[in-house]
């Protein structure tokens, strides 16, 4: 079975400075990962996704990416955080499960806390 | 494009009390849909997902149950509330062969 590990269940940093949030899975094929990001008494929005290809891979609002297989890891970066990003984080890894439905596995989430 | 609604956003129901929860695709066909569940300071837990209409797949043992009973509709219920219910319901959808989940507004749900 898979798994998402997020080591970081919080996070504080200054507006301007560089981000990385860390995310390790365990799948027995090639994955499919994924960033989403929710806002306090929001649903969730997709911010980047890895299928295959190229292993840097970017997203919206600044955000992206690098799968590195060796390590089982797929962190998120920014390079200059902005006060809107003040959220919590989820990594996510995809499945194939029976009946062809898509399933994902969630970590448990960082908080980000930006400060002025 | 497409479009995923669910309703209600805030629900407060006294324990023993029903539940339901909707949420309608727009834009697509043959979506799979699923819900989840987020408590409070806790991650996301798959409830439930449906390939197609009548077709319900259940990930945990509770006391919900999930319907689909038309193509890009799908429904949360319960028939009596316990405190344990409380949390953030999320409605979610893929393409029938797509790799990305796409999430609605979530539902609050406080059992009191």
């Known amino acids: 079975a898979q798994s998402v590990t997020q080591p970081d269940i919080h996070i504080t940093v200054s507006e301007g400075a560089s981000l990385e949030l860390r995310c390790n899975y365990s799948y027995g094929a090639t994955p499919y990962l994924f960033w989403y990001v929710q806002s306090p008494g929001q649903g969730l929005q997709l911010l980047l996704k890895?299928?295959?290809?190229?292993?840097l891979v970017q997203g919206i609002k600044g955000f992206e990416a690098e799968f590195k297989r060796s390590q089982s890891s797929f962190n998120l970066r920014k390079p200059s955080v902005h006060w809107s990003d003040a959220a919590e984080y989820f990594c996510a890894v995809g499945s194939l499960s029976s009946g062809s439905a898509r399933q994902l596995t969630f970590g448990s989430g960082t908080q980000l806390t930006v400060l002025p | 494009s497409q479009t995923i609604h669910q309703w209600p956003a805030t629900l407060v129901q006294p324990v023993g009390s029903p539940l339901s929860l909707e949420c309608t695709v727009e834009?697509?066909?043959?979506?799979?849909l699923y819900w989840y569940r987020q408590a409070a300071g806790r991650g996301l837990q798959l409830l439930f997902y449906s390939v197609g209409i009548g077709q319900i797949s259940s990930e945990v043992p509770q006391n919900l149950s999930a319907s689909r009973p038309q193509d890009r509709q799908f429904i949360l219920s319960s028939k009596k509330l316990l405190l344990s219910d409380s949390g953030f319901y999320l409605c979610a959808w893929t393409a029938n062969i797509g790799n990305t989940i796409y999430f609605g507004e979530g539902s609050w749900l406080t059992v009191v």
């Open positions: 890895y299928f295959s290809g190229d292993t």
């Open positions: 834009g697509t066909s043959n979506p799979n």
